[in-house]
Nanobody, 118 residues
Framework: QVQLVESGGGLVHTGGSLALSCAAS???????????MGWYRQPPGRQRELVAS???????IYADSVKGRFTISRDRAKNTVSLQMNSLKREDTAVYYC?????????WGQGTQVTVSS
Protein backbone atom coordinates (compact mmCIF):
# COMPACT_ATOMS: atom_id res chain seq x y z
CA GLN A 1 0.00 0.00 0.00
CA VAL A 2 1.12 3.50 -0.88
CA GLN A 3 -0.47 6.68 0.35
CA LEU A 4 -0.17 9.86 -1.69
CA VAL A 5 -0.85 13.36 -0.40
CA GLU A 6 -0.89 16.34 -2.75
CA SER A 7 -0.38 19.97 -1.85
CA GLY A 8 0.03 23.29 -3.60
CA GLY A 9 -3.18 23.84 -5.51
CA GLY A 10 -5.05 27.10 -5.50
CA LEU A 11 -6.28 30.06 -7.50
CA VAL A 12 -4.01 31.87 -9.94
CA HIS A 13 -4.45 34.36 -12.75
CA THR A 14 -3.79 33.56 -16.37
CA GLY A 15 -0.07 33.55 -17.07
CA GLY A 16 0.81 32.82 -13.47
CA SER A 17 2.61 29.89 -11.90
CA LEU A 18 1.86 27.21 -9.34
CA ALA A 19 3.85 24.32 -7.96
CA LEU A 20 2.24 21.06 -6.90
CA SER A 21 3.90 18.53 -4.66
CA CYS A 22 3.02 14.95 -3.78
CA ALA A 23 4.48 12.96 -0.92
CA ALA A 24 4.36 9.17 -0.92
CA SER A 25 4.33 7.08 2.21
CA UNK A 26 3.90 3.42 3.04
CA UNK A 27 5.92 0.38 3.83
CA UNK A 28 9.63 0.33 3.01
CA UNK A 29 9.02 -2.37 0.41
CA UNK A 30 6.15 -0.54 -1.29
CA UNK A 31 7.90 2.84 -1.38
CA UNK A 32 11.02 1.36 -2.91
CA UNK A 33 8.94 -0.54 -5.44
CA UNK A 34 7.36 2.60 -6.92
CA UNK A 35 8.11 2.72 -10.63
CA UNK A 36 6.43 5.58 -12.48
CA MET A 37 4.93 8.59 -10.72
CA GLY A 38 2.80 11.12 -12.44
CA TRP A 39 0.22 13.86 -12.41
CA TYR A 40 -3.23 13.56 -13.93
CA ARG A 41 -5.99 16.12 -14.06
CA GLN A 42 -9.73 16.11 -14.44
CA PRO A 43 -11.25 19.30 -15.84
CA PRO A 44 -14.90 20.03 -15.04
CA GLY A 45 -17.18 17.69 -16.96
CA ARG A 46 -14.34 15.83 -18.59
CA GLN A 47 -12.40 12.60 -18.09
CA ARG A 48 -9.17 12.32 -16.16
CA GLU A 49 -6.11 12.79 -18.38
CA LEU A 50 -2.38 12.39 -18.06
CA VAL A 51 -0.47 15.63 -17.54
CA ALA A 52 3.07 14.34 -17.00
CA SER A 53 4.87 11.28 -15.71
CA UNK A 54 8.38 10.38 -14.65
CA UNK A 55 9.93 6.96 -14.34
CA UNK A 56 12.27 5.64 -11.69
CA UNK A 57 15.13 6.43 -14.07
CA UNK A 58 13.99 9.98 -14.71
CA UNK A 59 12.41 9.62 -18.15
CA UNK A 60 9.50 12.00 -18.60
CA ILE A 61 6.36 12.20 -20.67
CA TYR A 62 4.20 15.30 -21.07
CA ALA A 63 0.80 15.90 -22.56
CA ASP A 64 1.10 18.04 -25.69
CA SER A 65 -1.02 20.74 -24.08
CA VAL A 66 1.52 21.36 -21.31
CA LYS A 67 4.84 20.83 -23.09
CA GLY A 68 7.16 23.77 -22.54
CA ARG A 69 5.04 25.11 -19.66
CA PHE A 70 5.03 22.34 -17.05
CA THR A 71 7.98 20.50 -15.54
CA ILE A 72 7.77 17.29 -13.54
CA SER A 73 10.49 16.30 -11.13
CA ARG A 74 11.04 13.55 -8.61
CA ASP A 75 13.08 13.22 -5.46
CA ARG A 76 13.47 9.51 -4.77
CA ALA A 77 15.24 10.13 -1.47
CA LYS A 78 12.25 12.11 -0.19
CA ASN A 79 9.63 10.04 -2.01
CA THR A 80 8.13 13.12 -3.61
CA VAL A 81 7.07 14.17 -7.07
CA SER A 82 6.49 17.78 -8.05
CA LEU A 83 4.89 19.63 -10.91
CA GLN A 84 5.98 23.18 -11.72
CA MET A 85 3.29 24.86 -13.78
CA ASN A 86 4.13 28.09 -15.60
CA SER A 87 2.23 30.25 -18.07
CA LEU A 88 -1.04 28.85 -16.79
CA LYS A 89 -4.12 29.04 -18.99
CA ARG A 90 -7.80 28.89 -18.12
CA GLU A 91 -7.96 25.46 -19.71
CA ASP A 92 -5.51 24.20 -17.07
CA THR A 93 -8.30 24.51 -14.51
CA ALA A 94 -8.90 21.05 -13.07
CA VAL A 95 -8.49 18.79 -10.08
CA TYR A 96 -4.93 17.49 -10.21
CA TYR A 97 -4.19 13.98 -8.95
CA CYS A 98 -0.88 12.39 -8.05
CA UNK A 99 -0.38 8.81 -9.21
CA UNK A 100 2.12 6.09 -8.38
CA UNK A 101 2.54 2.75 -10.11
CA UNK A 102 3.73 -0.20 -8.05
CA UNK A 103 3.99 -3.61 -9.74
CA UNK A 104 1.14 -2.70 -12.07
CA UNK A 105 -1.13 -1.35 -9.35
CA UNK A 106 -1.99 2.34 -9.36
CA UNK A 107 -2.39 4.50 -6.31
CA TRP A 108 -4.01 7.92 -6.28
CA GLY A 109 -3.95 10.96 -4.08
CA GLN A 110 -7.09 12.77 -3.02
CA GLY A 111 -6.63 15.53 -5.58
CA THR A 112 -5.95 19.23 -5.37
CA GLN A 113 -7.90 21.96 -7.14
CA VAL A 114 -6.15 24.30 -9.53
CA THR A 115 -8.22 27.21 -10.80
CA VAL A 116 -6.91 29.64 -13.40
CA SER A 117 -8.90 32.82 -13.83
CA SER A 118 -8.56 35.60 -16.36
Amino acid sequence: QVQLVESGGGLVHTGGSLALSCAASGSFFSINAIDTMGWYRQPPGRQRELVASITRGGSTIYADSVKGRFTISRDRAKNTVSLQMNSLKREDTAVYYCNAAVFGSHYWGQGTQVTVSS
